[in-house]
């Protein structure tokens, strides 16, 4: 009966049974206060009327505001967070119209909005994706035709951070540290060879010869830096000894974007956008951080706000204990599957390299982070990276009642987790990634453009953690 009542009736309703129910409550309270007037005096009589006056009005008021909340507060919020993912992330599913059943036209008129954004955007898509396949044929052409060419190819910008590089830059950087887009050269090469030859060329504007050695000193290659037109440099190495098998992955990796941006660092007014993630999962042998042990770590990057396809880290690690059989069932890695994998000291630090220079993103961060920082003296490294949570970033956007599993995130923004790859470290962070890059435009739709302002919203959600761990 009352979903088919127009919203503002139901909320003059509301404010009637306030009325009706406090006046009630006042003159059931009169005539109790009244009935005890002849057996004390007047003044106990209404003393004991606005008592019970003030009790009633405040159990009333609760039993409506509740009321309220369940049938118009919530539903509105999650009308809003629906329409929100349907406008900034992308998300296709029709608008929750049962949830908003006692707001009137308000869902179906959303819906309305909804759908027809939805058939603008599928239009939209459309064309863009019949560009992108042209697009990706003329990148794989491009990519076959360097991968032929003996030399490996890295285009860094004005800062220092790389831009691109080739597969072959891929098997190059990979002998020094993880290769990342945006990543500082200094991560790679040793900096004063590097700054000895880019002076040497910004002053004679031509190409220079040295010789490149690796940060560690361990290695050396034969390379010629050559200047770009508006600052920053082509960094090409003899690569000749990098024998890539020819079923290998080359990727041509890069995002021109970067070009003109500086996202080596952060700060509390640094913009989301400017930001980059390193996105990770573990699957360990129990719930326990302060005993049990890592098994599996998996991590992907998010640069410029999309997924850097070929930057990933799939790392078994060898716990140094049998896995108990309860949480093989889970995560499906065994005993042999580790046997001959690093130990956490190898793997913490390999992944500490993958998420240098970024903010570390996981879902129920505080879990996996505790594994790490328990074992941070035998990586010899310190975990003192940002971190965003997205239990605490979907709370932010879509209200702390709804559900905050990675399964209910995944469920509500249309990102799909293949089944083989559920309970593993690698799909968990994948999956936590697509939801990021769904949430940052959500995110910056509600006015929280900054690192600063997210992390004071996320904030307020805190306990959400502590109830999960």
């Not at 003109?260 to 719930?287: C, H, I, K, M, Q």
Request: one cysteine or more; charged letters at 20%.
């Amino acid at each position: 009966m009352f979903a088919h009542l127009s919203l503002r009736l139901r909320i003059f309703l509301f404010f009637c049974l306030i009325a009706i129910g406090s006046t009630g409550l006042v003159l059931i309270a009169l005539w109790i206060g009244h009935a005890r007037v002849a057996a004390s005096s007047v003044t106990d009589g209404f003393i004991f009327a606005g008592i019970l006056s003030i009790l009633g009005t405040v159990a009333l008021t609760a039993g409506i505001w509740l009321l309220f909340d369940e049938n118009v507060a919530k539903p509105i919020e999650k009308l809003a967070a629906d329409m929100r993912s349907r406008a900034h992330a992308g998300v296709a599913t029709k608008v929750d119209t049962v949830a908003a059943r006692y707001l009137g036209d308000l869902a179906p008129a959303a819906n309305a909005v909804a759908s027809a954004l939805s058939e603008t955007t599928l239009q939209t898509a459309q064309k863009v994706a019949a560009e992108t396949e042209r697009l990706n044929a003329e990148k794989t052409r491009l990519t076959a035709l360097l991968t032929e060419i003996p030399v490996a190819t890295i285009l860094v910008n004005i800062h220092d951070q790389i831009v691109l590089y080739d597969g072959q830059a891929a098997e190059v950087l990979s002998q020094l540290a993880p290769p990342r887009l945006n990543a500082p050269m200094r991560d790679y090469f040793d900096p004063a060879a590097l700054s000895s030859a880019k002076r040497k060329m910004q002053k004679t504007g031509k190409d220079v010869d040295f010789t490149a050695q690796g940060n560690t000193h361990d290695q050396s290659f034969d390379a010629r830096m050559k200047p770009m037109d508006g600052g920053g440099y082509m960094l090409v190495i003899n690569a000749e000894h990098v024998n890539l098998p020819p079923d290998a992955a080359r990727p041509l990796v890069y995002d021109f974007d970067l070009m003109d941006r500086n996202t080596g660092s952060w700060d509390a007014d640094t913009p989301l956008s400017d930001l980059t993630y390193a996105v990770f999962d573990t699957e360990t042998t129990g719930l326990l951080p302060h005993k049990d042990e890592i098994v599996q770590i998996g991590a992907v990057r998010v640069v410029n706000g999309r997924i850097v396809a070929g930057e990933r880290l799939d790392q078994l690690v060898n716990p140094g204990c049998p896995i108990p059989p309860a949480s093989t069932k889970v995560h499906h890695v065994t005993d042999a599957m580790v046997q001959n994998a690093p130990d956490i000291g190898k793997a913490g630090a390999l992944f500490h390299s993958f998420a240098s220079n970024s903010v570390i993103v996981a879902h129920n961060a505080p879990f996996d982070m505790a594994f790490l920082h328990r074992h941070k003296a035998r990586m010899g490294v310190e975990w003192d990276h940002p971190i965003l949570d997205t239990v605490l970033l979907s709370a932010v956007l879509f209200g702390a009642s709804q559900t905050h599993t990675l399964d209910a995130l995944c469920d509500r923004l249309e990102v799909t987790i293949p089944p083989e790859l559920r309970h593993t470290a690698l799909g968990d962070a994948q999956a936590t990634a697509e939801v990021l890059v769904r949430m940052l435009p959500m995110l910056a739709a509600r006015g929280l453009t900054t690192f600063g302002e997210v992390l004071t919203e996320t904030r307020r959600h805190s306990r959400l953690l502590e109830d999960l761990n």
